[in-house]
């Protein structure tokens, strides 16, 4: 079975630009969170989308959005990019049964590593 | 405060030593996970635990509930496992994967 695979691997882009990050979870995964690593912050979470819905939002400024299709698929979109926004982006996805008992192994993928310059 | 905390930050062993990285947490969780960062890696999932112990291999993980407090132990230490161990809990909530991580444990061994 393949693992979560994050497309591209390495970015490099501008202060003001935008970028588009893909993730694709393990087959018959309908959660998927995205994660960033920064040396100062460490990991820190995103979001969270479950069935095409974003379900929980970490503390961060509305120029990161996101989005899961009926495939659940994934994109994370980062407008007017900073320097700070330098990072590793983290994909993970889990099976989750929607039900409250279920505690689900996240499965991370290998991240992208974003340069901003 | 952070909620989840680890120690210590680094950690420097010899081959074959036994090697324990802690982790505490002071917010209610339905499940722990330790991961492992290799330098310029991914993150692979060693262990999700929400009591008990699991062994899996050399390594051992063990959690209390009542204490908020989880260990990952290594048992005779090897150069390989030199990487960035993370502690990460899932919080007791409805509905949610999110995970809370602590700043990790740098270790070395060294042979």
């Known amino acids: 079975k393949a693992g979560v695979t994050q497309t591209p691997r390495y970015l490099i882009k501008t202060r003001g630009q935008q970028v588009t990050l893909s993730c694709s979870p393990i087959s018959g995964h309908r959660s998927v969170s995205w994660y960033q690593q920064t040396p100062g912050q460490g990991l820190q979470f995103l979001f969270e989308y479950f069935s095409e819905t974003q379900r929980n939002k970490g503390n961060f400024p509305g120029r990161f959005s996101g989005r899961q299709f009926s495939n659940s698929r994934s994109e994370m979109n980062v407008s007017t990019l900073e320097l700070g926004d330098s990072a590793l982006y983290l994909c993970?996805?889990?099976?989750?049964?929607?039900?409250?008992?279920?505690?689900?192994?996240?499965?991370f993928g290998p991240g992208t590593r974003l340069t901003v310059l | 405060k952070n909620e989840v905390e680890q120690s210590p930050q680094n950690l420097t062993a010899q081959e074959g030593e036994f090697i324990t990285i802690n982790c505490s947490y002071s917010v209610g969780i339905s499940a722990l996970h330790w991961l492992q960062q290799h330098p310029g890696g991914g993150i692979v999932s060693l262990f999700m635990?929400?009591?008990g112990k699991k062994k899996h291999g050399r390594l051992i993980a063990t959690i209390n509930i009542q204490e908020k407090h989880s260990s990952l132990h290594i048992t005779a230490s090897h150069p390989r496992d030199s990487a960035v161990y993370i502690c990460?809990?899932?919080?007791?909530?409805?509905?949610?994967?999110?995970?809370?991580f602590g700043t990790g444990t740098r270790l070395q061994v060294f042979p």
């Open positions: 993970a996805s889990s099976l989750d049964r929607g039900t409250l008992s279920s505690y689900n192994e996240q499965f």
């Open positions: 990460a809990v899932r919080a007791r909530a409805y509905n949610t994967d999110k995970l809370i």
């Open positions: 635990l929400s009591s």
